[in-house]
């Protein structure tokens, strides 16, 4: 028998690291896939919109909260089989990194200390350093509201921070499988544990924040126009792995050390906009449009949130 707890009135701030929203009108938490049929048949019976969760590390949630059915994905199978491995979307990125770190598989080791799930990660293409998390998936699992089913590595449209997936937003993550290289365990483990200190500095432990607020700008995408306005005015050298950093952009007007109400942006980061205690959606919306704004009249571009509005 299948037992689900569906909590009412659940802040939505107690759900994300950016520590704002207010309050979802139902909660559940979904271990198991077939559990997932019955959340959403509770949400298609009350007439209910849904929206799926992992850790809440992308999301600025709405002050007014969400009227619906929050389904946090919790279903943590893993799965080995030589070098390919199934892993529940709900498992913690972190942990499983860790994971495989120890059995010598490599692939994911520079993407340590990025904080959500799975699922969150397959969503938007979480990476770090370079390396992506579609480099490693070769399928993923997913229930596209009819029933289960597999969709390959080409068919979910990876790309810069984004994926198939922000389109179809019918089609929930439940599992994904990975083909990884091998490597020394001890070797994996130190390059996550270096990378994580690296990641430190950017992002103090505890800090309220939804990682990198803004989009970096892949260079070879932008119009000749564009180009042709933005290069006199900006220091190329900042280009990496042909990425401008959005943190330049808005250092460069004025971002650092902003603020709307409790919404600050950090001294040492253009791009870290953090909740200092008690910021509400409406300040953080604010910010961004000013900055948007900024960097549109300085450099002609038009800056694109990383972060996903809920509600
Ligand atoms: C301190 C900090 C540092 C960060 N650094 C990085 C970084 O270096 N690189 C990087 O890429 N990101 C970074 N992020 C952003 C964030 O950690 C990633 O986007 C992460 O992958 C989100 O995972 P999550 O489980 O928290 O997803 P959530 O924030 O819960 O959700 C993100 C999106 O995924 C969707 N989603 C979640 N689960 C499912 C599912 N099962 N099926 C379908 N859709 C789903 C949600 O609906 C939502 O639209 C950082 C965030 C923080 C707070």
């Avoid at 939505?12 to 909660?27: C, P, R, Y």
């Avoid at 921070?161 to 990975?178: P, Q, Y």
């Avoid at 490597?183 to 990682?211: F, H």
Wanted: overall charge positive.
């Amino acid at each position: 028998m299948i037992i689900m707890r569906f909590e009412k009135e659940k802040p939505l701030s107690k759900l994300t690291t950016l520590g704002i929203g207010g309050k979802a009108s139902f909660f559940v938490e979904v271990k198991k896939e077939e559990d997932l049929k019955v959340a959403l048949r509770e949400a298609s019976d009350k007439k209910m919109d849904w929206y799926v969760l992992g850790s809440g590390s992308n999301i600025v949630a709405s002050d007014k909260g969400f009227e619906g059915l929050i389904i946090k994905i919790g279903i943590k199978d893993f799965k080995k089989n030589g070098r390919r491995v199934y892993v529940g979307a709900g498992n913690n990125l972190l942990d499983f990194i860790k994971k495989i770190n120890g059995l010598g598989l490599a692939g994911m080791e520079k993407m340590a200390g990025i904080p959500g799930t799975i699922a969150g990660a397959i969503y938007g293409n979480a990476g770090a350093y370079g390396t992506e998390i579609r480099e490693n998936i070769t399928r993923v699992k997913i229930f596209d509201g009819e029933k289960f089913r597999w969709i390959k590595n080409s068919e979910c449209r990876f790309g810069y921070r984004t994926s198939g997936f922000k389109k179809n937003k019918d089609w929930i993550i439940v599992g994904a499988e990975f083909s990884f290289g091998k490597r020394k365990p001890a070797e994996l483990v130190k390059i996550s544990r270096d990378t994580i200190k690296l990641r430190e500095k950017k992002y103090k432990p505890g800090l309220l924040c939804p990682g990198s607020f803004f989009k970096n700008i892949i260079v070879k995408n932008l119009k000749p126009a564009v180009r042709k306005e933005l290069f006199p005015k900006i220091d190329r050298a900042k280009i990496m792995y042909g990425k401008l950093p959005a943190g330049y952009l808005l250092e460069e007007v004025g971002a650092k050390g902003m603020s709307s109400g409790k919404i600050k942006v950090a001294e040492h980061h253009g791009n870290l906009f953090y909740n200092a205690g008690g910021g509400t959606a409406h300040d953080i919306k604010k910010l961004a449009v000013m900055m948007k704004d900024r960097v549109l009249k300085k450099f002609g571009i038009n800056l694109e949130e990383e972060v996903q509005y809920l509600g």
